[in-house]
């Protein structure tokens, strides 16, 4: 299955040469400085906080995002995480690609009760279903169906989990 994520092709120098066409400056900076701030806090309701207020994201009562979780710096109001959700240290999640021929756009979308583990990469347009469990270092490329137990790179099936 292929990710939910919309194509822009550009035609003349890669698609990271036109970043600036594609979201503006100044928007890129505040998020970085959010982000940054995000990342090394350790007070959870602030991260969580800053994440809401300070770009827009959608995230869950009692979700926790470790240290140096990096988001999206381009379009973070992308990314939505469910109620009582882990993100696991150095974890990021991409709601772009730049591309040489084009760039895509897509949705983070992850449910409740989600257990990411440290190290993971996150790919536009994915779908994490709720109560799934995702192994430590894994690369995220496609939907993880609900209490699913998966691992890897590439990606695959461990096992399905009890629904609790």
Not at 108 to 121: L, W
């Amino acid at each position: 299955m292929s990710r939910k994520t919309k194509r822009y092709p550009v035609s003349s120098a890669n698609s990271l040469w036109h970043i600036y066409k594609t979201v503006p400056f100044w928007k890129v900076m505040r998020n970085f400085i959010v982000i940054q701030l995000a990342r090394y806090t350790p007070w959870l309701r602030l991260k969580n906080k800053l994440y809401r207020h300070g770009l827009g994201m959608k995230i869950g009562d009692e979700t926790a995002i470790a240290l140096m979780v990096m988001m999206d710096i381009m379009f973070p109001e992308k990314i939505q995480i469910g109620r009582n959700s882990i993100i696991g240290y150095n974890t990021t999640l991409l709601a772009h690609e730049y591309l040489i021929k084009e760039y895509r756009l897509g949705d983070i979308i992850i449910g409740d009760q989600v257990m990411i583990g440290a190290n993971t990469t996150i790919l536009p347009g994915v779908t994490i279903g709720d109560g799934a469990v995702i192994s430590a270092g894994t690369l995220v490329h496609r939907d993880v169906e609900p209490y699913t137990f998966v691992g890897g790179n590439p990606m695959q099936v461990i096992k399905e989990l009890p629904k609790e």
